[in-house]
């Protein structure tokens, strides 16, 4: 029987050209998948100068395995390189948008979220076709994963000495590598580990999150407001509308911009002659660069809703919201929510008696950033709807969206009474802008001024305005590890009811500076019930009982 080497020899060279490319292409498939960083920033070529204890176990398990255990094993290993390899491309995403890593389980609804900012931002056929691509790549990933550990699997089975060999020295340099300390660049060391620990990582992960939900049970059911009889809720706002006004991605990166500080700072001065009055500071967010919905439900409950496990079991509880609060005292409550086009199960949970998703906003303009309406537009239906003469007081929760990515096309400031239906905006030329950073903080200076031409039109005595920042934006615009910041505003003409929130130590005017007091977003409910409750002072003793 002819020598394999011989057989070799005898094929033609273009045979052998081609066995060789795809060696190659095989070995940069899974010496990839064994060191890749799972973040964008990370990748470097100096990330790859490594050598994988991975691979060198896989080689040794491959020499000494039988022939059916070693086929079990490669297939089990090719499939848990692919596996690897593409959490570390949803990580990368996730990252990129949110500064954080995707935890499969609890993330997966977020995928649709995606696939409608897509259809909402560039139309139904890219959204489709993102699909598609996306589809095809997992696939691609996982049976070229696979194949590449094959074909490296039949080389070593060939060459066994010399892959013991190999074996050999790359375990004496990793070995070396790891009681020096070897760096290429920081935080990456040559001695990688880095697949074996991202696996158990996410292994750890899930039994954290199985922990974390009974930990979060507890932490709902412990609620000093929830049996909080209706005449000792919100005393000190009886006969006020409360606006709380959420400004898409107002972060505290936005205050770093000489144009959005022009903004606010000309509109403070206005607003403070105009007679209103105003306190500032900052909320730490339990997300970044996305997930509004995390924000609006941490400020509304008191609870920190960092991950959509804890918000899909959230909207399942009898948590007291802060709108609920409102519903009891007797308020009417809306939520004006353009980013939703279907039936949303929160408007149950939240006590709204009112919602106005995208298709009930009464809207004949063209749509802008994020095919939505423009926020002036947002806040003329709601003013003209629910604050008309002889109304109800209201309680509302509005999204504003000019601000969401991907911050282009901007509509302009508009005179009020020209608004209507929004058919004004056919005819507006829009922002069309490049650049992320520069089309963010122009949609920013949108928004603001919107709010504080909001409050110069229609900002009557019986007014409580609430505007903040849901998160920052995504890490194209604020950078790498910046804070989770973002800032927070109450201005009203009763300047009686800010004395009594003196104690919180927040900053005058519209615009907080770099000193001004950091809460944690879920502190806002309690404290908020506190000094607007009959004696503006504690909260209630939590009581026992387990019902609303």
């Not at 991950?307 to 939520?335: C, E, H, I, K, M």
Request: with cysteine; glycine share 8%.
């Amino acid at each position: 029987m002819e020598a394999p080497a011989a057989a070799a020899k005898r094929k033609p060279l273009w045979r052998r050209v081609l066995g060789w490319v795809a060696t190659v292409i095989a070995f940069g498939l899974v010496f990839y998948a064994l060191v890749s960083p799972n973040r964008l920033s990370d990748l470097h070529p100096r990330a790859f100068v490594r050598i994988p204890v991975e691979g060198i176990v896989a080689i040794v398990l491959v020499v000494v395995l039988p022939r059916r255990p070693r086929q079990l094993f490669i297939v089990f290993f090719g499939i848990s390189l692919g596996l690897l390899t593409i959490l570390k491309f949803f990580d990368m995403g996730f990252y990129f948008s949110l500064d954080r890593t995707f935890d499969p389980v609890p993330d997966w609804p977020l995928l649709g979220d995606a696939v409608n900012f897509v259809q909402r931002s560039l139309g139904k056929a890219a959204a489709v076709g993102a699909v598609v691509l996306a589809i095809v790549l997992i696939v691609a990933v996982m049976v070229l994963m696979t194949l590449s550990v094959r074909r490296l699997s039949r080389i070593v089975v060939r060459h066994r000495t010399a892959a013991i060999r190999f074996a050999a020295v790359c375990t004496a340099a990793w070995v070396a590598c790891t009681l020096g300390g070897v760096q290429i660049m920081p935080k990456v060391r040559v001695a990688s580990r880095s697949a074996a620990g991202l696996g158990v990582y996410r292994a750890v992960g899930v039994v954290q999150g199985l922990l974390d939900s009974k930990t979060f049970l507890a932490q709902i059911a412990s609620d000093p407001y929830r049996d909080t009889p209706a005449n000792q809720l919100l005393t000190a706002l009886r006969g006020k509308d409360v606006m709380i006004t959420f400004v898409e991605s107002y972060g505290r990166t936005a205050l770093q911009d000489p144009g959005v500080n022009a903004v606010l700072d000309a509109g403070n001065a206005r607003l403070a002659a105009d007679g209103f009055a105003s306190r500032s500071a900052f909320f730490t967010s339990p997300t970044f660069g996305g997930g509004s919905w995390l924000a609006h439900s941490t400020l509304q409950t008191g609870l920190w809703i960092d991950g959509q496990q804890r918000y899909t079991r959230l909207l399942t509880s009898a948590r007291f919201t802060l709108s609920g609060a409102f519903q009891r005292a007797g308020w009417r409550t809306v939520d004006v929510i353009p980013a939703d086009n279907k039936d949303w199960p929160g408007g149950k949970f939240y006590h709204f008696n009112q919602m106005y998703p995208a298709g009930d906003l009464g809207y004949k303009g063209p749509l802008f950033n994020f095919g939505s309406p423009p926020d002036q537009y947002t806040l003329s239906m709601f003013q003209h709807t629910e604050r008309a003469p002889g109304h109800q007081p209201v309680m509302a929760e509005l999204d504003l969206l000019s601000s969401h990515a991907p911050w282009t096309p901007l509509p302009h400031i508009t005179d009020w009474n020209a608004i209507g239906d929004g058919s004004v905006y056919k005819t507006m030329p829009a922002d069309r802008l490049g650049r992320a950073r520069p089309a963010y903080l122009q949609s920013i200076r949108y928004s603001l001024s919107a709010v504080i031409s909001y409050l110069e039109t229609y900002g009557d005595p019986n007014l409580v305005f609430i505007f903040l920042g849901d998160h920052q934006p995504a890490p194209l615009v604020s950078g790498d590890g910046a804070p989770h910041e973002g800032p927070v505003t109450i201005i009203t003409r009763d300047k009686a009811l800010l004395d009594r929130i003196d104690s919180w130590g927040w900053q005058s005017g519209i615009k907080p500076g770099p000193q001004a007091p950091l809460w944690r977003m879920d502190t806002f409910r309690d404290k908020f019930l506190a000094a607007f409750g009959p004696q503006g002072g504690p909260a209630p003793t939590p009581s026992p009982s387990t019902g609303r």
